[in-house]
C-alpha cells in the first residue's frame, strides 16, 4: 500500500519542491493551498486548507481520510515570514504569524492523530527554521513562532511514544525560494528610530534568500527522514556557517554570541 503524504502549503517554494520530489518517488502526495483552483498545473493534488482556521484543518482532514483511508505522514510545511521593529510590527501580525506557524501546525497535529493512533503509525515533520534557535534582529517574532514549534515538538514526542506515532523538527536556513514575497513587512517609516538599521537588515535578508541554496535539498532529506529507523529530534538544513551558528550559541557566552548576531547583520 502505497503511503500517503499530506504537506501543508504546497502550492509554491519548498512545500512544492518536496511534494514534487516524493511524487517522482511514487509516494501519493496531497498538498494544501487557500486557493487550489489557481494551481491547476501541479504535479500533485491540492486540496484547500486555511491552517489558521480550525473548521478548515478539520474538514480538510476528514475529507483527506475519507477519499484516502488513511494518512502517513503529516509534513506542517505551511508558514508565513514576518519582518520589522519589534516595537513597530502591529499586535494584530504579530497573532497573525503565530496563528500560521504555530497555532496553525498544532491544529494540523491533533487533527491527525486520531487516525494515527488507530493505524499504530504516523509521521510528523514539522518545518521550523534555523531562526528559531536564536531572537534574530528585525525577525524576532519569525524567530519565536518557528522556536517555539520546535520545542512544542519535543513535548509532543514524548507524549506519543506509546502510540507509535513519530515527530521531528526540519530547520531549513536560507534557501531560494519566493517567501520574501510572501512576507509580511513592517513599513520603512522615515520617522522611524530603526530606519537606518531596519533597512539595512532587510536588504541584506532579501539578499540571502537570492542567494539561497536548492530545496531540492530539503526535499531529499525529507525523503531520507521518511526512510530512517531510528529519528532524530531535530534536523538542520542549510550552508555549515548557517548551521554551525547554532553550535556557536551553545558553547560561546550569551554577550559574544550576541556581538556576533550585531556584526554579521552589521548594526
Do not use: W
Request: hydrophobic residues 40%; aromatic residues 8%; positive net charge.
Amino acid at each position: 500500500m502505497s503511503k500517503t503524504i499530506f504537506i501543508t502549503g504546497g502550492s509554491s517554494g519548498i512545500g512544492k519542491c518536496i511534494g514534487e520530489y516524493l511524487t517522482q518517488k511514487g509516494y501519493e502526495v496531497y498538498g494544501s493551498s487557500r486557493n487550489p483552483e489557481k494551481y491547476k498545473d501541479s504535479k500533485f493534488t491540492l486540496v484547500e486548507l486555511d491552517v489558521t482556521k480550525p473548521d478548515s484543518i478539520q474538514k480538510c482532514v476528514e475529507n483527506l481520510l475519507i477519499k484516502t483511508g488513511h494518512i502517513d505522514v503529516l509534513i506542517n510545511n505551511a508558514g508565513a515570514g514576518i519582518t520589522g521593529p519589534l516595537e513597530e510590527i502591529p499586535m494584530e501580525m504579530v497573532k497573525t504569524n503565530f496563528e500560521t506557524n504555530l497555532f496553525g501546525p498544532i491544529g494540523m497535529i491533533n487533527a491527525v492523530l486520531p487516525s494515527m493512533r488507530a493505524q499504530k503509525a504516523g509521521l510528523i515533520i514539522n518545518i521550523t527554521s534555523i531562526a528559531g534557535y536564536m531572537g534574530l534582529p528585525f525577525r524576532g517574532v519569525y524567530s519565536a513562532s518557528k522556536g517555539a514549534l520546535e520545542i512544542i515538538t519535543e513535548a509532543y514526542r514524548i507524549e506519543l511514544k506509546p502510540f507509535n506515532v513519530q515527530m521531528t523538527n526540519l530547520a531549513p536556513a536560507s534557501f531560494s525560494t519566493n517567501i520574501a514575497a510572501g512576507r509580511y513587512h513592517a513599513p520603512e517609516n522615515d520617522d522611524s528610530p530603526y530606519k537606518a538599521t531596519y533597512g539595512k537588515t532587510l536588504k541584506l535578508l532579501n539578499g540571502h534568500v537570492d542567494a539561497g541554496q536548492d530545496p531540492i535539498i530539503l526535499a531529499k532529506l525529507v525523503h531520507r527522514i521518511m526512510q530512517s529507523k531510528h529519528l532524530k529530534i531535530h534536523y538542520k538544513a542549510g550552508a555549515f556557517l548557517q548551521k554551525f551558528s547554532i553550535v556557536l550559541k551553545r558553547i560561546l557566552p550569551d554577550a559574544v554570541y550576541e556581538r556576533l548576531l550585531m556584526s554579521f547583520y552589521k548594526l
